[in-house]
C-alpha cells in the first residue's frame, strides 16, 4: 500500500453501510446441525447469516478487489516445505524439515500432526501470504543448519530458526490485515485492531425454515431398471427472505493502523465498501444459485458514533399490498432513518446518500446516486477529504 502520510485530519469518524438485500431459496449459513441459522427478534423468528460467515465472503472479495491476500492457518509449515519442495527444487524431506523448524521455532506453541510429521501451531496465524516466501528464504539463509538439523518429533524439540526473525515476520500485515485486524496474542506487538464492525444479517421479517427432500438416482438402476429406490436419499433445510446487513468502517482505527496514510485509507474503505455490498456468502451455492444484489444501499458518513439501523426491523414488516418484503423493508429503514436523525438532532451526520432499485424518493436516506460505485464515491469522498485538500 502507499506511504504517504498526509498528517491531516479527516472530517469523519465512521462509515456507515446499510443494505436491504432479498435472497431467494437458500442456506448461507449453516449451524453445527446443517441447519438454517436463526435469530428471534421482536418476538419473531428471522433467518440469520452470522457477521463471521459474510465477513469471509467480503474479505475474499476484498482480497481479490485490492489484489493482496492474507493467510489464516495453523498449518504454516506446510506452506513453506509446500514451496520449498514445488518453487525451489529443495528434496522433499529437507524442506519438510524446513516447513517443521518454521512453525516450531516462534513464539507460539505447537503440536505434532497424528497422521503425518505436519507441525500445527496451536494458534491460527493470521499473515500475509507473502509471509510464506519470507519463512522460505529464511530456512534458504539457514540451509546448512538445517541440513544437519533433526526433525521435529515431540513438543520440547527446538528450532534451529531464530525466533526474533520468525516472530519479525509473523508481525507483517498488508491491507487486508490493517483493515480486518488480527488477533495474535502469543507474538509479541502482532495484534491489530480491527478497523471494520459487521452486524449478523438477519430477516426484517418472520421466516420459515423449509425441509427440501431429495434422493439421487443411480444410474445403473436407472438404465437397466432391475430394482428400485434410489441410490441416497436425505434432506436439506432453506429459507428465503429481505435481508438487513450492517457495516462500519472505523476511520481513526483504519488511519492508526496505516501510520496516517489517507491514501492508503481510501484506497482500503473503497474496496471494503464495494466487498461488503456485492459479497455474498457460498454455502450450498451449486444447490440455489442465490446470486442477488442489495435492493437497497445507504451510506452514512458520522463525526460522532456509528449508527445501526437494526432497530427499524424490531417488528417485522408486512408484505406490501402486491405482494413481497422488499418494498416494505425499503420503506421501514427510509422511515426509522428519518426518525433516529430527528430525535440525534441531525448531529454527526457528514454526509448520506443511497442508491437504490426503488422509484420512490427515499428522502430520509440522503441523497439519491444512480450507481453503487456513485455511492461509494460519495461516502469515501466525503470522509476522507481532509482540511488539507480542502
Known sequence: MPTENTNATAPARFIDIHVVQSVPFANLNR?????????????????????????????QYFQQTIGENALRTRRI??????????????????????????????????????DDPVVLTN???????????????????????LESAKDIKKAADKS?????????????????????????????????????QVAHALTTHGTDVELDYFSAVDDVTSTWGDTTGSAHMGHTEY???VFYRYATIDLAD???????????????AEAFIEAFILSLPQA??????????????????????PLSYAA??????????????????????????????KLLGHRGVVTSGWASLEDKDLTGLGSRVDSFPALIDLAVNAALTTRADA
Open 31 to 59: 449451524d453445527d446441525n446443517n441447519s438454517v441459522k436463526t435469530v428471534r427478534y421482536g418476538d419473531t423468528d428471522r433467518t440469520r447469516v452470522s457477521s463471521q460467515s459474510w465477513k469471509r465472503a467480503v474479505r
Open 77 to 114: 509449515g506446510a506452506r513453506v516445505t509446500h514451496l520449498l519442495e514445488t518453487e525451489r527444487a529443495w528434496p522433499a524431506d529437507l524442506a519438510r524439515r524446513a516447513g517443521q523448524h518454521a512453525a516450531a521455532g516462534s513464539s507460539i506453541k505447537f503440536e505434532l500432526g497424528k
Open 123 to 145: 494458534a491460527m496465524v493470521y499473515v500475509p501470504e507473502t509471509a510464506v516466501a519470507e519463512l522460505a528464504d529464511l530456512a534458504q539463509e539457514f540451509r546448512t543448519a
Open 160 to 196: 534451529v530458526l531464530p525466533k526474533d526473525r520468525i516472530d519479525a515476520i509473523l508481525r507483517t500485515r498488508n491491507g487486508v490485515i490493517n483493515l480486518f485486524g488480527r488477533m495474535l496474542a502469543e507474538v509479541d506487538d502482532a495484534g491489530v485492531d480491527g478497523a471494520v
Open 239 to 241: 429459507s428465503a427472505g
Open 254 to 268: 483504519l488511519l492508526a493502523n496505516l501510520g496516517d496514510d489517507h491514501q492508503a485509507a481510501r484506497e482500503l
Open 284 to 305: 450450498k451455492k451449486t444447490a440455489t444459485a442465490p446470486h442477488t444484489i442489495p435492493d437497497l444501499v445507504h451510506v452514512a458518513v458520522r463525526s460522532d458514533r
Open 312 to 341: 427499524a426491523f424490531e417488528k417485522p414488516v408486512r408484505s406490501h399490498d402486491e405482494g413481497g418484503y422488499a418494498t416494505a423493508s425499503r420503506a421501514a429503514l427510509n422511515t426509522y432513518a428519518t426518525a433516529a436523525n
